[in-house]
C-alpha cells in the first residue's frame, strides 16, 4: 500500500534532516579543505622540511580527503534514498532471517559497487600518481575485493543477527547484541593478526638476531614477551614505512614493514618498534576494545530508544536505518575517536623515547616517515582536531626536541 511518505514518519523525518545538514557539512568540508590545504608553513617546519616535499605532501592530502569526503557523502546519500524508497512503498515488512541477510548483503554489493570508481581512483591512480604504490592492478583490484569481501559477510552477519533478535527477543535484543559486540570485539582481536592479516601480506621472521634481541629487551622493559618479530612483504604493495603490535593473548606479535627495514637504520626501526610496544605498556590495545565495547552499548541502548518510540523494533527497514546511522554516528564521532587516539600515540612517542634513550633517532625516523608516506608535517588545526588519528609530525618533532 502506497502512503504518504511524512504522515507519521518522525523518524524518516529526522534521517532527512540529517542527510540535509550532513550535505552541507560535506560542502563546507571539501570548502574549507581545499582554502585550508596550502602549503603555507612557518621557518620552524622549512628547519626540517624543503618546499618540494611541502608542496606534494599537501596536494596529496587534499586530493585524498576530497575524494573522502565525496565518497562519504554519496555511500550516505545511498543508503538514504533506499532508507526513503523502503518508507514510502512499505507500511510494515517482516521477512524470514534467510531472506533478510540476502537482501542486507545486496544492500551493502551495491553500495560498494557504486563507489567502486572513487575507491580505484583514490586508492590506485591518486598512489600511483603520488609515487606510493607498488600495486599492479590486479594486486589492488584483489586486495579490494578481499577487504570489502570480509567487511561485507561481517556485516551482513550482524545486522542479520540482530534482525533475528528483533523479531524473536525484541524486549532484550539490544542487551544481547551489546554481549555479542563485546564477545566479536574480543575474539576478532586475537583472531586478526592469525587469520586475517594473511590474506593481505606475506610474513617471515626477522632474520637479524641482534636486532631481535634489542626489540624483545624493549619488550621486557614493557613487560611484555614478545617471542618473535615478524616482516611482512609490505614493498611488493607500498612504498609507505610502517610497524604494528598487534592480537591479544597468544596471538599478540610485532609486524615490521620489509621496506622499513630496508629503508630506514635501525635506530629508527627500533623507535618505530618501540612506539608499538608503548601501545601495549600504556593498554592502549585494551582501552580501545572497552572504549568500543561501552560506545557500541550505548549506541544500540539510543537505537533502541528511538526504534521502540517508533515502534519499528522487528521491522526490516530498522536494518537499513541502523546501517545508515551507524555510518552517520561513526563520522560524526570522528573528532573525539582521534582525540583519544592521539594521546595514545604521545604516550607511545614517550615510551619509544624514554626505552630507547634516543630522541635524536625519533626526530630523523619522523622526518623520513614524512617523506615516505607524504605527510602533511604541520596541518591547519582544523584538519587536525577533525581527522588526525596521530599528532602532526612537526608536533613529534617537537616533542622529541624537549626531551
Known amino acids: 500500500m502506497k502512503i504518504n511518505i511524512f504522515r507519521g514518519k518522525k523518524l524518516l523525518g529526522f534521517i532527512l534532516i540529517i542527510l540535509i545538514s550532513l550535505a552541507i557539512l560535506s560542502l563546507t568540508s571539501i570548502l574549507l579543505v581545499n582554502l585550508l590545504y596550502r602549503p603555507v608553513y612557518g621557518d620552524n617546519v622549512r628547519q626540517y622540511f624543503d618546499d618540494g616535499l611541502l608542496s606534494k605532501a599537501s596536494n596529496y592530502n587534499r586530493v585524498s580527503l576530497n575524494i573522502s569526503i565525496v565518497s562519504r557523502f554519496l555511500s550516505w546519500s ?4 533506499i532508507v526513503i524508497v523502503f518508507f514510502k512503498y ?7 532471517i534467510l531472506l533478510a541477510f540476502s537482501f542486507i548483503v545486496l544492500f551493502y554489493i551495491l553500495i560498494q559497487l557504486i563507489l567502486l570508481p572513487l575507491a580505484y581512483y583514490r586508492g590506485y591512480i591518486i598512489e600511483h600518481r603520488f609515487g606510493l604504490s607498488n600495486q599492479t592492478l590486479t594486486m589492488w583490484f584483489s586486495d579490494y575485493l578481499k577487504e570489502n569481501g570480509i567487511s561485507i559477510l561481517i556485516s551482513s552477519l550482524g545486522m542479520t543477527g540482530i534482525y533475528a533478535l528483533m523479531i524473536y527477543i525484541p524486549k532484550y535484543w539490544w542487551i544481547i547484541s551489546s554481549a555479542v559486540l563485546a564477545i566479536f570485539i574480543v575474539v576478532s582481536t586475537y583472531l586478526y593478526p592469525i587469520l586475517i592479516d594473511p590474506m593481505f601480506y606475506k610474513f617471515e621472521k626477522l632474520k637479524d638476531e641482534n636486532f631481535q634481541e634489542q626489540i624483545i629487551n624493549i619488550a621486557g622493559i614493557a613487560g611484555i614477551e614478545v617471542k618473535e618479530v615478524l616482516v611482512a612483504d609490505a614493498s611488493r604493495k607500498t612504498n609507505k614505512a610502517n610497524a604494528y603490535f598487534t592480537g591479544i593473548g597468544g596471538s599478540k606479535r610485532i609486524v615490521v614493514f620489509d621496506n622499513l627495514i630496508n629503508n630506514f637504520s635501525r635506530e629508527e626501526t627500533l623507535n618505530v618498534i618501540a612506539h608499538e610496544i608503548g601501545h601495549w605498556y600504556n593498554w592502549h590495545i585494551l582501552k580501545s576494545m572497552m572504549i568500543g565495547i561501552i560506545s557500541g552499548t550505548v549506541g544500540l541502548f539510543l537505537i533502541n530508544a528511538v526504534f521502540a518510540y517508533s515502534n519499528m523494533v522487528g521491522d526490516f527497514k530498522s536494518i537499513l536505518v541502523i546501517i545508515l546511522l551507524i555510518s552517520i ?3 560524526l564521532s570522528l573528532p573525539v575517536q582521534n582525540a583519544v587516539s592521539r594521546a595514545f600515540e604521545r604516550q607511545a612517542d614517550n615510551f619509544a623515547i624514554q626505552a630507547t634513550e634516543n630522541p635524536d633517532a625519533q626526530i630523523q625516523l ?3 616517515l614524512a617523506e615516505s608516506n607524504l605527510s602533511d608535517v604541520s596541518p591547519h588545526w582544523y584538519i ?3 581527522l588526525y588519528s596521530h599528532p602532526p609530525i612537526m608536533e613529534r618533532i617537537e616533542a622529541a626536541g624537549r626531551i
Open 78 to 81: 545511498i543508503m538514504s534514498g
Open 90 to 96: 512499505f507500511k510494515s515488512i517482516r521477512i524470514n
Open 329 to 331: 554516528i561513526s563520522f
Open 366 to 368: 619522523m622526518l623520513k
Open 384 to 386: 587536525k582536531y577533525l
